[in-house]
């Protein structure tokens, strides 16, 4: 650790951020008027409005580098009435835009657009992020400090937006209503930050001047948006969304005959005060959902399935943002509604109030309750966390989970472990106001029936960000009766292929990393990038467990291509016995494999894009050779056919055997415009013995008020298109504002 640390604090003096924050609010600064009369949405620009409100045209570089101007001029201005906060962007660009699709919450990446982050509390933590493409498909998002690996674009809202094409340029019009975001009435000081993406020339572009090796919405780099006089109360706001569902069930594989079912539900947002929102839900239903993305798995542990449930979605950062999201986390919403299979629960309903109590504190309070499946009993689920924003841009957390069961099904046989489970803990996460220096230090307990020790988990780490160098370092101790109901911990079960059991073993874990970054001057590679990382695990009594080394170098092209090439070192003391095939389990014993791997992606900008990947090397004591690719054909902006497919080959020597793995997934999707849209989605996986049809039309007949219909299958992939089940639902949800 030492060492690292030394290498850490060296760098931080030889690579300096090119971009001071301590001043960038006075630096970037727009300034917002009152409206005289509302703005007609239409992508015109003709309100008088926009004849004198203020202008920011002076965008800079964000990607692929960081220096300079843009290749085509930008101008943004704002303004406002009692309702909507309203932007006006106009992009100069005389080539044709290029749009990868028309779908709703597509994000801001691949396409034409431009995008608004909004920090109303101003506290460089929390915010929004709005964005549109130049044909008019939103997308819209919360931001958070955890949110370093991308959006997902979950959040949704009302707002309106219109785009025009022009000879020499493109018009986006936006107006968001004050009452979609929350917010304490009086400040008139937002943080504010204004981007463009101009995927001709593949540069994505910001008003203010933020580093590349910061994601473009990070929120310690908004400007000043400053108002007339304090922006105005955004007044009550109360939604409901009543949905119907009608469906027919088969279920082939248990013999179970053809089943007809109706259901009805609501769902409803209640504003109960500027900056704090009620959100419930009665009976619902996620039929909507599009299926799990399918993979191969070859590891020893458990997938991380992310989750897709709208309501879990939102603010879902106040409580899933604990641990290591993916890999251990006391949070995990799919463990609500869903059995250990993936199987769904119903749902009776449920409460969440969250929010800001202050300018600095979020606050969040939920409580779901589900009901009786079979064997599986009713349970109920609460949560509560709160985060204080404290110094520039840290933040000290506090949580308590509860599982209850109601074990009224066969409860003798029931496991007495299954009787509840509680989690508590807090974190302290710093970020410095450059973001440059970030460290965090959390310590969790969870509760279990008769368990005293063992069940605490504890976690500390520093990363280091600059444009050319970057380095974490993160330990973790993670206890074998921690237990975790309502969350995720990939390690903490190993399966045993000798004796058909799970058994729970505790670890402690070392991650480092540490990446050098090159930025040519020339006009075929936007960077190269060279990596180390280094993940080590230990057993509770402290003996050796694994070991992985991976070295890679990443070269980024100007052109959205880029090819990226590791090697990858693995030693592992092996706890238990392990199957890849059909044969004897691998046995208990030390492993010491190599592999390489190269993937080389194409112009995604084409209307014809791929990505090839291949791996070769030693497996255990056997070797395996992977080769993954996608296939992306398109007729924009309507037509989209993705290919993702997976071929594994394992080979060991005998009695262990060999083993042929395949995934194929074709998605096609047709967008007929903004409104609606037809996506199918196959998957075929032989490891998982499952041959998947999804298919989904979804007409938006009002803003945030939806038609679905939706056709799901399942068949067996041996033997060969044996039936497994298959089900149509139609969904109808309407958005009421009162």
Same mark, same amino acid.
């Given at each position: ?28 600064? =727009?300034?917002i008027?009152?409206?005289?009369r509302?703005?007609? =949405?239409?992508?015109v ?7 004198f ?13 960081? &220096?300079?101007?843009?290749?085509n ?7 406002y ?58 997308s819209?998002d919360? &931001? ?31 107006? &968001? ?56 109360d ?9 949905? &119907? ?38 009976n619902?239903?996620?039929s909507?959902?599009e299926?799990?993305? /399918?993979?191969?798995?070859l590891?020893?542990?458990d ?15 106040? $409580? ?7 890999l ?6 799919r ?25 600095t504190?979020r ?26 924003n ?19 099904v ?7 472990l299954?009787?509840f ?26 509760f279990?029936?008769g ?37 995720? =911990? ?8 000798l ?7 505790? $670890?402690?874990?070392l ?44 070269a ?21 016995a ?18 390489a791997?190269?993937?080389y ?30 296939i ?19 080979? $060991? ?18 967008n007929?415009n903004?409104?609606?849209s037809w996506?199918?989605?196959? /998957?075929?996986?032989?490891?998982a ?12 007949f ?37």
């Amino acid at each position: 650790m030492v060492p690292i640390l030394l290498l850490l604090v060296w760098y931080s003096n030889i690579y300096a951020q090119t971009v001071s924050v301590e001043n960038f609010q006075t630096e970037y600064q =727009v300034h917002i008027a009152q409206t005289a009369r509302p703005v007609k =949405v239409d992508g015109v620009l003709d309100d008088s409005t926009w004849a004198f409100a203020e202008k920011k045209s002076d965008f800079f570089m964000k990607y692929p580098s960081d &220096i300079g101007r843009p290749a085509n001029k930008t101008v943004v201005q704002v303004s406002y009435d009692d309702k909507y906060l309203y932007v006006a962007f106009t992009c100069f660009d005389s080539g044709k835009s290029i749009i990868q699709s028309l779908k709703r919450d597509i994000g801001h990446l691949d396409n034409d657009g431009v995008g608004i982050i909004l920090d109303p509390q101003n506290s460089h933590t929390n915010g929004f992020f709005f964005a549109v493409n130049a044909m008019n498909a939103q997308s819209e998002d919360q &931001i958070s400090l955890g949110q370093q690996d991308g959006l997902t674009w979950s959040w949704n809202n009302k707002w309106f937006s219109a785009t025009k094409k022009y000879n020499d340029r493109w018009i986006a019009e936006i107006a &968001i209503p004050f009452k979609s975001l929350r917010y304490p009435a009086g400040n008139n000081l937002w943080g504010i930050n204004f981007i463009r993406v101009d995927m001709s020339h593949n540069q994505y572009s910001g008003w203010t001047h933020v580093p590349t090796n910061f994601r473009i919405y990070n929120m310690g780099y908004t400007g000043a948006l400053i108002w007339d006089k304090p922006a105005p109360d955004a007044g009550k706001n109360m939604v409901m969304i009543p949905f &119907i569902t009608s469906n027919i069930q088969g279920n082939k594989e248990n013999n179970g005959p053809a089943k007809a079912a109706f259901s009805a539900g609501l769902d409803s947002k209640i504003a109960l005060s500027s900056s704090l929102n009620l959100d419930l839900t009665l009976n619902p239903d996620f039929s909507q959902v599009e299926v799990d993305q /399918q993979v191969t798995n070859l590891t020893r542990f458990d997938i991380f399935l992310p989750e897709k449930r709208s309501f879990f979605l939102e603010n879902s950062d106040i $409580f899933g943002e604990y641990g290591i999201p993916g890999l251990m986390t006391p949070f995990y919403s799919r463990r609500i509604g869903l059995d250990k299979d993936n199987n769904p629960i119903p749902i009776i309903g449920g409460a969440r109030l969250s929010g800001n109590l202050n300018a600095t504190t979020r606050f969040g309070l939920m409580n779901m309750q589900t009901g009786a499946k079979g064997n599986y009993s009713p349970e109920n689920y609460s949560a509560i966390s709160i985060n204080k924003n404290i110094l520039a841009r840290s933040v000290v957390k506090v949580y308590f989970l509860n599982r209850e069961n109601f074990q009224t099904v066969n409860q003798k046989k029931q496991d007495p472990l299954n009787a509840f489970g509680r989690n508590a803990g807090t974190s302290f996460e710093y970020l410095s106001r450059d973001g440059k220096w970030s460290g965090w230090y959390s310590f969790h307990h969870s509760f279990k029936p008769g368990i005293s020790t063992q069940n605490n988990y504890q976690e500390t780490g520093l990363s280091f960000n600059t444009r050319k160098f970057t380095a974490t370092v993160d330990l973790a101790n993670l206890g074998t009766n921690y237990y975790t109901d309502m969350g995720y =911990v990939q390690r903490i079960n190993n399966y045993d292929a000798l004796r058909d059991t799970t058994i729970r073993v505790g $670890f402690k874990h070392l991650y480092t990393n540490a990446a050098y970054m090159i930025y040519p001057t020339g006009d075929i590679v936007a960077r190269h990038t060279f990596k180390a990382e280094t993940y080590s695990v230990v057993n509770p009594n402290n003996s050796f467990n694994e070991t992985d080394l991976t070295l890679s170098y990443m070269a980024e092209f100007n052109s959205t291509s880029g090819i990226k090439s590791e090697v990858l070192h693995n030693d592992l003391d092996l706890l238990y016995a392990v199957s890849f095939t059909d044969a004897k389990p691998l046995p208990v014993t030390n492993y010491k494999y190599t592999q390489a791997a190269v993937t080389y992606t194409s112009d995604t900008r084409k209307l014809f894009s791929y990505g090839l990947t291949y791996l070769g090397g030693q497996f255990y004591n056997g070797n395996i050779h992977s080769l993954i690719g996608t296939i992306t054909l398109r007729s924009r902006p309507h037509f989209n056919l993705i290919v993702q497919a997976e071929y594994d080959k394992l080979s $060991f020597p005998d009695p262990y055997g060999s083993s042929e793995l395949l995934l194929v997934s074709p998605k096609v999707e047709y967008n007929f415009n903004t409104k609606v849209s037809w996506t199918t989605f196959l /998957q075929y996986n032989t490891q998982a013995n499952n041959f998947n049809i999804n298919s989904r039309f979804q007409y938006r007949f009002k803003p945030m008020s939806d038609l679905y219909l939706v056709y799901t299958d399942n068949y067996f992939t041996t033997p060969f298109m044996l039936n497994k089940n298959r089900a149509i639902v139609l969904k109808v949800n309407y958005w009421l504002n009162l």
